[in-house]
């Protein structure tokens, strides 16, 4: 099982919104970093939002002001409040999560399409 579970994904229509939701599975992981990750078809794999236990949250330019991500550090939760989607969202979503040994764990993904 991966260590990330993701949640959430879904069809919606442009100009809708989504909420995404990550939690880590088995035993307790010490996790600094946790994010959302996307990879259009046909695209790379880009960061769409990151949130460490300590500092800036981080956006990508093209989901500031639309996307919220939002942590609890003692559950080792992280969601992802999508608004104003547009098609161009449309990816597979990816929860991530690094803990302070500079370990990476991601998700298996969750659909995320937006139609017109």
């Known amino acids: 099982q991966a260590p990330l579970v993701e949640s959430g994904g879904g069809l919606v229509q442009a100009g809708g919104s989504l909420r995404l939701s990550c939690g880590a599975s088995g035993s307790a992981l010490s996790i600094n970093r946790m994010g959302w990750y996307r990879r259009a078809p046909g695209k790379q794999r880009e960061r769409v939002a990151t949130?460490?236990?300590?500092?800036?949250?981080e956006y990508a330019d093209s989901v500031k002001g639309r996307f919220t991500i939002s942590r609890d550090a003692a559950k080792n939760t992280v969601d992802l409040q999508m608004n104003s989607l547009s098609p161009e969202d449309t990816a597979v979503y990816f929860c991530?999560?690094?803990?302070?040994?500079?370990?990476?764990?991601w998700g298996r993904g969750t659909q995320v399409t937006v139609s017109s």
């Open positions: 991530y999560a690094a803990d302070f040994r500079g370990v990476n764990y």
């Open positions: 949130i460490p236990r300590r500092g800036s949250i």
